[in-house]
């Protein structure tokens, strides 16, 4: 698994949230459902803290 971003998408019917593979079994089992995509968590910056 190379590179490998993980897209987390939203099923707004159920408001809870769902990794790529979880997000279209959860389709496949509720077409009428709708997911949306998610941004990437932002990266983490290194600030000083002073």
Known sequence: M???MAIRYRCV???I???G???SR???ANPTHKLEKLPP???PVKNPTR
């Open 2 to 4: 190379q590179g490998f």
């Open 26 to 28: 959860h389709y496949l």
């Open 21 to 23: 593979e979880g997000a």
């Open 41 to 43: 968590p932002p990266k």
């Open 13 to 15: 019917h159920c408001n």
């Open 17 to 19: 949230v769902l990794s």
